[in-house]
Nanobody
């Protein structure tokens, strides 16, 4: 069994910064992709950023230059540094990972429980 536990959400003023963390635990054999999605009220869930095991990253156009994704493979943890936050960044942020466990041949997709980020005065 695998768990993704997120932390770091909260309330921040426009222009401020937050850092999200997501730690994967359980019977992990390897982690292929780790990423962050977000879902604002009344909108579909969207990809924010992703990083593969080799370090290559992918960002949504709306966050390029403001957000940075990174991972610590030794800790099975992914981070999302969010700078210059805007009210439109307000959403529930979900950690996502494609993980092969010791009991599986291929990767399975896992989701965290979500952490709320609110950007407001």
């Amino acid at each position: 069994q695998v768990q993704l536990v997120e932390s770091g959400g909260g309330l921040v003023q426009p222009g401020g910064s937050l850092r999200l963390s997501c730690a994967a635990s359980g019977s992990i054999f390897s982690i292929y992709v780790m990423g962050w999605y977000r879902q604002a009220p009344g909108k579909q869930r969207e990809l924010v950023a992703a990083i593969i095991s080799g370090g290559k990253t992918n960002y949504a156009d709306s966050v390029k230059g403001r957000f940075t994704i990174s991972r610590d493979n030794a800790k099975n943890t992914v981070y999302l540094q969010m700078n210059s936050l805007k009210p439109e960044d307000t959403a529930v942020y979900y950690c996502n990972a494609h993980i092969r466990t010791i009991a599986t041949i291929g990767p399975i997709e896992y989701w965290g429980q979500g952490t709320l980020v609110t950007v407001s005065e």
